[in-house]
T-cell receptor, first 115, second 113 residues
Framework: NAGVTQTPKFQVLKTGQSMTLQCAQDMNHNSMYWYRQDPGMGLRLIYYSASEGTTDKGEVPNGYNVSRLNKREFSLRLESAAPSQTSVYFC??????????????FGEGSWLTVV | DQQVKQNSPSLSVQEGRISILNCDYTNSMFDYFLWYKKYPAEGPTFLISISSIKDKNEDGRFTVFLNKSAKHLSLHIVPSQPGDSAVYFCAASALQGAQKLVFGQGTRLTINP
């Protein structure tokens, strides 16, 4: 059982280039998320998808787009990469409704450097 | 505006002693709180949670305490073990809203032998 799988794990981009981070989960979760982690900032929500066919902005959506391709897959696209987007990106998924006993499960992360 | 704050970037504790990690929040709509643990080069993993109807939840060596009037929660680890060395994130959510977690900045816990 792989859980949440992200690709690529490492990527170096030049300023202005575009790329897509791929994410897939095999836990039959309805909700999926993209977070970024920066030193001293914790994890900040970029976009989320509460269910297949819906997406919503999180705390830091500027410069990103997302696609909920199907129930399993949720991709994050950087259309024109900027050095400020150098970060570690985490995809996550959850069952609907955070209640006691339910939680969000994270992938292993994608390290992105924009030069 | 940081809605969830972990004011201690790092904490060093001797093996076998108690580790206490603290977290404060400002949004009174938060009613579900979680702690995540993160090792280098790995994703965060869920550790323990508590809903606002409780003031304490215990799971083995880990206990989370919630003080709603002070908007404060803490994670106690006892006894601390070397494998507990990691970054710990506090997170909060409003159950009535979308299932979004708001994270604190993290505290790096180091357990010394």
């Amino acid at each position: 059982n792989a859980g949440v799988t992200q690709t690529p794990k490492f990527q170096v981009l030049k300023t202005g280039q575009s790329m897509t981070l791929q994410c897939a989960q095999d836990m039959n979760h309805n909700s999926m998320y993209w977070y970024r982690q920066d030193p001293g900032m914790g994890l900040r929500l970029i976009y989320y998808s509460a269910s297949e066919g819906t997406t919503d902005k999180g705390e830091v959506p500027n410069g990103y787009n997302v696609s909920r391709l199907n129930k399993r897959e949720f991709s994050l696209r950087l259309e024109s990469a900027a050095p400020s987007q150098t970060s570690v990106y985490f995809c996550a998924s959850s069952v609907p409704g955070l209640t006691s006993g339910n939680t969000i499960y994270f992938g292993e992360g994608s390290w992105l450097t924009v030069v | 505006d940081q809605q969830v704050k972990q004011n201690s970037p790092s904490l060093s504790v001797q093996e076998g002693r108690i580790s206490i990690l603290n977290c404060d929040y400002t949004n009174s709509m938060f009613d579900y709180f979680l702690w995540y643990k993160k090792y280098p080069a790995e994703g965060p993993t869920f550790l323990i949670s508590i809903s606002s109807i409780k003031d304490k939840n215990e799971d083995g060596r880990f206990t989370v305490f919630l003080n709603k009037s002070a908007k404060h929660l803490s994670l106690h680890i006892v006894p601390s073990q070397p494998g507990d060395s990691a970054v710990y994130f506090c997170a909060a959510s409003a159950l009535q809203g979308a299932q979004k977690l708001v994270f604190g900045q993290g505290t790096r816990l180091t357990i010394n032998p």
